[in-house]
């Protein structure tokens, strides 16, 4: 897993998409449902599990990114943080295709959850005119391949 060294930059959602080939728009419509943007944000869950980051990655995830040499300190850092979120939609669009079923389990695999979280993100991205609004509307399945502008 890449990870770069220096501080967040605008660029950072565009050079993770590039490098774990995922969308940038989706990247960015992730972040903001997750943080609004908001880079310190940490969120205990009732679970007792902890989100952290712009991307809001979750605890469950320290084990195997230790194995990288990422840990809950590398979470905080902004650019590593969006580096580490396109390295798990990476790991999903593997898993389910390059579909919004892989964008909804992003957040979870577990149903309803997947398809709902899915959902929103559609949505966001359909509010920036990045998709037409007809596409985000009931209807559509969590399989539908994602035809958003990157």
């Not at 897993?1 to 969308?23: G, I, K, Q």
């Not at 892989?102 to 979280?117: I, K, M, N, T």
């Amino acid at each position: 897993m890449l990870l770069p060294t220096d501080v967040a930059r605008a660029d950072c959602f565009d050079d993770a998409a590039l490098y774990h080939n995922v969308n940038p728009t989706i990247l960015r419509a992730i972040a903001w449902q997750e943080s609004h943007n908001k880079a310190d944000a940490i969120h205990v869950n009732a679970n007792g599990s902890t989100d952290y980051g712009v991307m809001q990655i979750n605890s469950v995830h320290l084990a195997e990114l230790a194995r990288y040499g990422v840990y809950r300190q590398t979470l905080l850092q902004p650019c590593q943080n969006v580096y580490i979120a396109a390295w798990h939609l990476r790991r999903m669009v593997s898993k389910y295709g390059n579909s919004w079923k892989a964008v909804g389990a992003y957040h979870s695999e577990q149903l309803p959850e997947r398809d709902a979280y899915a959902q929103r993100i559609k949505h966001i991205v359909a509010a920036w005119g990045e998709i037409p609004p007809a596409a985000a509307v009931q209807g559509r399945t969590a399989d539908q391949k994602l035809n958003v502008k990157p």
